[in-house]
């Protein structure tokens, strides 16, 4: 079982940067993939970015790629989610997921691949 606990959100202008971060507990947090996911208004939760349970491999949505980085400290049961040159269109909820299976070298994007979700955290970005 993993519990997952996201920060960092907040009000930033476009352009600006935010760092997320998800505090897992959970003895078995560093076998995991771990992703983010975002929801905003009205829309449909989509993938945004992923680490392997190494950090050996990542993945990125076409809209963040070269923008936001994905990284995580095992020894600090913590995946983040650096954000930067945000846009608008980025204002979202943010969530983050731990993947159900153990030490897979994928970084997965898709929803049904991940079991643990947090609550998420609120992202806007004002023009």
């Known amino acids: 079982q993993v519990q997952l606990v996201e920060s960092g959100g907040g009000l930033v202008q476009a352009g600006g940067s935010l760092r997320l971060s998800c505090a897992a507990s959970g003895r078995t947090f560093s076998s995991h993939s771990m992703g983010w996911f975002r929801q905003g208004p009205g829309k449909e939760r989509e993938f945004v970015a992923s680490?392997?349970?190494?950090?050996?491999?990542?993945d990125y949505a076409d809209s963040v790629k070269g923008r936001f980085t994905i990284s995580r400290d095992n020894a600090k049961n913590t995946v983040y989610l650096q954000m930067n040159s945000l846009k608008p269109e980025d204002t979202a909820v943010y969530y983050c997921?731990?993947?159900?299976?153990?030490?897979?070298?994928?970084?997965?994007?898709?929803?049904?691949?991940?079991?643990?979700w947090g609550r998420g955290t609120q992202v806007t970005v004002s023009s």
């Open positions: 680490i392997s349970w190494s950090g050996g491999s990542t």
């Open positions: 997921a731990a993947d159900r299976s153990y030490y897979s070298d994928v970084a997965e994007r898709h929803v049904l691949s991940y079991a643990y």
